[in-house]
């Protein structure tokens, strides 16, 4: 589904310039987000978040400053 993936801190994404993988805050989403090593701006996410646990989904409904929109599914 997506490059990104969702932990309990934030996403953690991959520095299309240099291959660094970077956390981004929930608590900072809506904001620019730099990778630390080329300094590189990360754009924000523009796809669909795999969200692997209800501790995950929890912390990013909790702390993200932007809203959230959530697509319930069934196989």
Do not use: H
Not at 20 to 43: D, S, V, W
Not at 50 to 64: G, I
Request: glycine share 6%; proline share 9%; with cysteine.
């Amino acid at each position: 589904m997506s490059n990104i993936e969702a932990d309990e801190q934030g996403l953690l994404v991959q520095c299309a310039n240099c291959g660094q993988r970077n956390r981004m805050r929930y608590e900072g989403l809506g904001r620019t987000f730099r990778c630390p090593k080329c300094q590189t701006a990360l754009p924000p996410p523009a796809e669909p978040i795999d969200v692997s646990s209800d501790q995950v989904f929890d912390a990013l409904t909790r702390k993200s400053p932007l809203p959230v929109l959530v697509d319930f599914w069934a196989a």
